[in-house]
């Protein structure tokens, strides 16, 4: 095939460019929404590249992926938990397990933080959901504002690594490009190898902080009762079981599963596993958290707040369906191979490669959203990541950290450091400071596990 020249880029590298500056316009630009900006933008990939015969079937290819829809199930549940105090009696219990440890109000940040993420992909959300809580227990306890806000907010913006979002934009990208390839659940538990050597990178990270600040413990009266607590909230503790044990199931014993069900059986259950998981959840939250309902327990209160999940769930479903759609059509005009055949004629080796990915994801990471990231440069990734050498899977198990985790630490977008700000109310410079040491700790974790330093054992 031809290859049609821009200056120094392939057409479609060309393409890719001019579709950046179209999102950072309306986004950056025109400050309008960032679904409006991806639907305008792939309005705009199909007259850019003159492929209307795509317009259709790109448009409404997401509806018949059960990703699509396990994204929305877990954005309700997401909903669900913020509306009742399940969030609140979960942080009650590590507080009163890790508080009296030198930083301890730290260490609640990160765990409770960790665990919510594996219930939700917005990192917004998380720091809200978990900051209201622990920034001002942590300011209390000796930590600097800014301190404060910066530790939530790396703890928080992992909700996109495990938070099912976009990382099953990345799961889908992969199996278009090695149908057939590669489980879901398998995925999944790649997912979570990698968010494991976050929390430790985050953990070391806030052990130097702490000892620098010389930050104290939480004061014995202001940690709950470890007895009440458990008594209160230790149905909570079953939540990420529930996320978990479908996952491991069918990833750890598909055989099993498959001399039970047939071959058709196994392959369905696959299929619907975290939707299942994502109805059971959002049942037993609304459960356990009943008496904390606004209004109270009843039909009509319940509906409620599923009604009032589409203010939340509606805009960030959008964004994610259409950055899919872009996808797609790159894939339908191989933009994935023309960007390949280019990278590698820079003559990059594997390091040389992970270093730039790095780098120029935490680059769009200050204006773009992940998921914009993922929409556009997604297949470009992972087929030049594998083209240099690197498990394919590896390279999509990690891009959600490097792009929408990036994303979320990165100024001036950095959603969820402003949102941790907001609680800590610490000034801008001074957060940003500090939030740049995180992004260089998170960055170098990255680049060890896509050298294969630090192993994805699944």
Known sequence: ??????????????????????IVLIFVAFK????????????????????????????????????????????????????????????????????????????????GSSALATMT???PGNVAA?????????IRSGFPPALAATVEMAAGAMGNQVGPGLNL??????????PGQYSLSTFWLGLYVVFGWMILQRWLTMLAFCKYYKVRPIPKEERPNLKQALKEGWPTLLLPVLILGPIVIDSVFKGAVQARFGPEGAKAFSSSVLMMAAGFCTLYAIVIGRKDIPGGFSLKNVFAMFRDSLRSVVPVSATIYLAYAIAMVFQKIEMNEAIKTWFLGLGLNKIGWVFLVVLFTAFLGMFLPGSSQVAILGSAIISTGAAVGIDPFLVAVVMPAITGVMEGMTPPLALAMYTAMGIAKSSFWETAKLTYVWVAAHGAITILILLGVLPVWV
Do not use: Q
């Open 130 to 138: 978990v900051g209201s809580i622990t920034i001002p227990t942590m």
């Open 169 to 178: 934009v990345c799961f889908a990208i992969l199996s278009t490009l090695y």
């Open 32 to 111: 309008r929404p960032i679904y409006e900006a991806i639907g305008l933008a792939f309005a705009f990939t199909i007259v850019m590249t003159g492929r209307y015969d795509l317009f259709w079937s790109a448009l409404l290819g997401p509806l018949s992926s059960t990703l699509f829809y396990i994204i929305v199930g877990f954005l309700v549940f997401a909903h669900i938990l913020s509306k009742t105090r399940v969030v609140e009696k979960l942080v009650n219990i590590i507080l009163a397990v890790v508080g009296g440890l030198p930083g301890g109000a730290g260490y609640v940040s990160l765990i």
């Open 1 to 22: 095939m031809p290859v049609h020249m821009v200056g120094p880029f392939p057409l479609e590298v060309f393409w890719l460019i001019e579709l950046l500056i179209v």
């Open 121 to 123: 992909g917005t990192a």
